[in-house]
């Protein structure tokens, strides 16, 4: 229990350390004002010219509101990857090591406290926003449970991720290629704008079992439409994907430092 | 077995990969070869040597960071690449070039983390902690974020961070790095104090001979992976510079003094700074020339400056071929 609570610790104080500054937080909440006030007109435009009030089986609200989720989610992502490569390219990973902590908890712990920091800000200003264009939305008890639950796992793949790519600066001069992939490959894949439902209907079986999916549009989704059938289904696509995730990345992580070696005089 | 550190035969190779047309070539650097050395318990060593000799290499072995290519290591009691988790709580580290402050935060939260990541009982903890406060003067500056502390602020705090958990033995690499001249002694008389008071056991690698000098009893040199010299540090001084430096005030214009084996490195009207080389002269023949060279008003005589010790033995070292 002490081991996990160390973590913990560790989270809330990159939490504190997150809020620290008054003007980050103030531009986070101008950014995420500019794009959903974006991508809102662009969807009352598209809703407005189509003939059903429904798309992808979501009100213009609903879609909105999914928005604010899945780009709260995107926009929140630490950047691990390069806090991992960092630690290589400097040799701070001689300071990780010296205390009594596993190197990916360490992580782990630092990317969670900073993002849920940063989610909670955008949350909070997409749901100001969100309000202010389409109006509330019909949440159910078991529909914001689910939501939750899905959430942490989101996260905890999305971490897991940006860790592997940040191993990958044991072999690589500069993860910064992979990191782009990476990033971009969880925008347009895991369903950030558009819900899966929009995909192309050959994509859409593949793209549902790709990780990105259950990241960012599994927990969109159970935000603004909850189903237990959707849910079990994204859960148990996440679950599996987090064993992939966990096999590699420990693999990765054991050879990777074997490759520790001395820097500096 | 020992509660400080024991080394046998260490090595540390690297294997440096490098393609040479379509095939990837591999060859070996050698960091460290064959050390073997023991420090007791509440000793203070300096572990010196120029870039490249190794030194850094073997202070992450003897923390559990690198693995060695052979050899034995044991530090407190521990195998450190092996017991990397349970050493941590054994040792505390400083790299001087390395911050383990959280940078937007005040110390005071790093130290309040550090006591959780340490599992501290709460009341042991704030004993510490408000001990290393009023012996490292951090009261001024606990609860100002890190980024806006002076180096030498962030030093103090730095060092009492790794103190925290009350190690048995304390590595410092280059702690003094970039610090005026106050900070630095002040630094200095801290680890001193804390060696003395607490009987930890201090390893310290460092550039600046001042460091070495006043912090610690023991000196190993370190040189192409190996021991060249490994000596208390006076006796290094002696040893390894056969000279003293003799200054002598006069009462009036002294005499012209045969100088074979004593160097004129300072002159005024009434005051001379000579080097003595005792290989030639012995230092009572040569206090004896001086004396009779005119009415003396004081007269001191010191060991050369350790930078120009360790000068010698680098390029002693050096010329000696080692490879």
Redesign the interface.
């Known amino acids: 229990m ?1 081991e996990i ?2 973590y913990g ?2 989270a809330y ?1 990159t939490a ?2 997150h809020i ?2 008054a003007g980050e937080v103030f531009t986070r909440i101008v950014l995420m004002t500019v794009i959903l006030y974006v991508f809102s007109r662009v969807w009352l435009a598209v809703y407005g010219v189509n003939s059903g009030p429904r798309l992808a089986g979501l009100t213009i609200t609903q879609m909105i509101w999914y928005l604010v989720a899945t780009e709260a989610f995107a926009l929140s992502g630490p950047r691990t990857w390069y806090e991992v490569e960092q630690d290589v390219r ?6 990780q ?5 596993s190197y990916g908890l360490t992580h782990l712990g630092k990317a969670m406290g900073e993002r849920i920091v940063r989610f909670a800000i955008y949350m909070l200003a997409g749901v100001v926003i969100a309000l202010a264009i389409a109006g509330p939305l019909r949440w159910t008890a078991s529909g914001l449970a689910m939501f939750l639950a899905i959430l942490p796992l989101a996260f905890l793949l999305d971490f897991l991720g940006h860790f592997l790519v940040g191993l990958c600066a044991f072999w690589l001069e500069s993860v910064n290629g992979l990191a782009l992939i990476y990033t971009r490959a969880t925008m347009l894949l895991g369903g950030l704008i558009l819900p899966m439902e929009m995909y192309p209907a050959a994509l859409q079986p593949t793209l549902r079992r790709l990780p990105f999916a259950s990241m960012v549009y599994a927990p969109g989704r159970m935000f603004v439409d909850p189903s237990g059938a959707v849910f079990f289904k994204a859960f148990w696509t996440q679950a599996a994907a987090l064993i992939v995730f966990l096999c590699i990345v420990g693999a990765v992580q054991a050879a990777a430092f ?1 490759r ?6 | 077995m020992t509660r400080g550190v024991e080394i046998k035969e260490l090595r540390k190779n690297f294997v440096l990969k490098r393609w040479q047309g379509c095939r990837r070539i591999a060859s070996e650097a050698v960091a460290v070869d064959g050390i073997s050395l023991k420090v007791p318990e509440g000793q203070s060593v300096a572990f010196i040597g120029p870039n490249g000799a190794g030194k850094s290499t073997t202070i992450k072995i003897l923390t559990g960071i690198l693995h060695p290519t052979s050899g034995d290591v044991y530090v407190a009691g521990y195998i450190p690449w092996r017991d990397r988790r349970k050493l941590a709580y054994q040792i505390g580290t400083v790299f001087g070039q390395r911050s383990q402050l959280w940078y937007h935060l005040p110390p005071i939260d790093t130290f309040d983390l550090l006591s959780r990541i340490y599992s501290l009982k709460r009341v042991d903890f704030v004993r510490t902690r408000d001990s290393l406060i009023e012996r490292f003067a951090l009261g001024g500056f606990l609860h100002i974020p890190v980024r806006k502390l002076s180096l030498g602020q962030r030093m103090r705090a730095e060092v009492a961070a790794s103190l925290l958990h009350r190690p048995r033995i304390l590595f410092l690499d280059e702690p003094t790095i970039g610090l005026d001249v106050i900070a630095r002694q002040e630094l200095r008389d801290l680890i001193c104090e804390w060696n003395r008071e607490e009987g930890a056991t201090v390893l310290l690698t460092s550039h600046d001979a001042g460091d070495i000098e006043q912090v610690a009893e023991r000196v190993i040199v370190i040189h192409h992976g190996r021991i060249v010299v490994d000596d208390d540090v006076a006796a290094v001084r002696r040893r390894y510079l056969g000279s003293k430096i003799l200054r002598v005030q006069f009462h009036e214009t002294p005499r012209e003094i045969p100088f074979r084996g004593m160097k004129l490195i300072e002159r005024s009207l009434h005051e001379m700074k000579i080097e003595i080389d005792t290989s030639v002269i012995s230092a009572q023949l040569a206090i004896a020339r001086v004396l009779d060279a005119g009415r003396v008003a004081d007269l001191s005589i010191e060991d050369p400056p350790l930078e120009q010790v360790i000068g010698r033995i680098y390029s002693q070292a050096a010329a000696a071929g080692a490879p």
């Open positions: 002490k609570t160390k610790w560790i104080i504190r350390s620290a500054y400097t040799g701070r990973v001689a300071v090591l010296i205390h009594p902590l074997k520790v070696f001395s820097n500096g005089g």
